[in-house]
């Protein structure tokens, strides 16, 4: 897969980015999908698009697909995403230290939160909820 590009704009707390289409706020990569696929974003309504990469921040088109709700829902089982957190947001299958939360943070300006949640063997969830303070808040 080729790499992710990420969008300069300002992100959501679950790191999407906004543009404004017609007057209306929509996700960057919504956008992104119709533009590349040439259809509306009406044409979409009730679907919703996908990362391949996993990484809420990529509007690369290659890295986007078209599904539904159950489909997403689907891919995060599949790829283990869905959260286990425990006491102090940590991951259940991995216990990370304080020094690993902060490597995290210096790094994710470098690597995809996939890359990082394999180094530090958890989710992708948990590196995103690491990264915007959702989790770790102490640190």
Same mark, same amino acid.
């Given at each position: 897969?080729?790499?992710?590009?990420?969008?300069?704009?300002?992100?959501?707390?679950?790191?999407?980015?906004?543009?404004?289409?017609?007057?209306?706020?929509?996700?960057?990569?919504?956008?992104?999908?119709?533009?590349?696929?040439?259809?509306?974003?009406?044409?979409?309504?009730?679907? &919703?698009? #996908?990362?391949?990469?996993?990484?809420? %921040?990529?509007?690369?088109? $290659?890295?986007?697909?078209?599904? !539904?709700?159950? =489909?997403?829902?689907?891919?995060? &089982?599949? #790829?283990?995403?869905?959260?286990?957190? %425990?006491?102090?947001?940590? $991951?259940?299958?991995?216990?990370? !230290?304080?020094? =690993?939360?902060?490597?995290?943070?210096?790094?994710?300006?470098?690597?995809?939160?996939?890359?990082?949640?394999?180094?530090?063997?958890?989710?992708?969830? !948990?590196?995103? =909820?690491?990264?915007?303070?959702?989790?770790?808040?102490h640190i």
């Amino acid at each position: 897969m080729s790499d992710c590009i990420i969008s300069a704009g300002a992100k959501s707390l679950k790191g999407y980015s906004q543009s404004t289409h017609a007057g209306k706020q929509v996700p960057t990569h919504r956008l992104i999908y119709c533009v590349a696929n040439k259809i509306s974003i009406k044409s979409i309504k009730g679907l &919703v698009v #996908r990362h391949k990469c996993d990484n809420p %921040g990529c509007i690369n088109p $290659d890295h986007l697909e078209l599904g !539904t709700h159950q =489909d997403n829902m689907d891919d995060k &089982v599949a #790829r283990n995403r869905q959260s286990h957190v %425990g006491v102090r947001g940590q $991951d259940r299958s991995k216990q990370l !230290t304080d020094g =690993d939360v902060l490597l995290i943070r210096a790094e994710y300006l470098l690597c995809e939160y996939k890359v990082l949640a394999a180094r530090y063997g958890v989710t992708v969830q !948990t590196i995103c =909820d690491i990264v915007k303070r959702r989790s770790w808040k102490h640190i």
